[in-house]
């Protein structure tokens, strides 16, 4: 797998991921807003979303000295797949949780 892309190695990390997830739950709204939704510096957080922006995963409206993003089209369904994976993942972490839980208790 030594063809990795920016795109991937931007996915691979927890905040790029975050916001994505926070953008996509929050239609259009404003850096600060994910910034504190992901729990992210305002400044990490403008990074984030100009390499997203870079990516075609985000769009940025200006309306005076008003600056919304929003997800591109692409961003949606890259969001909604990384969306399915967060929670394929959570439910296999619960699985093996349980069947430790199991395996515990017929050791008592």
Partial sequence: MSDVTPLMRLLLHKKPVDTLLALAELKETYASVVAKKTDCTYPYTLKILDDLEGEGL??????????????TPRGVDIAHDLLGLVRHLNQTKEKIGEEAEEITQEED
């Fill in 58 to 71: 985000v769009e940025f409206n200006k309306e005076g000295r008003i600056k919304h993003v929003k997800l």
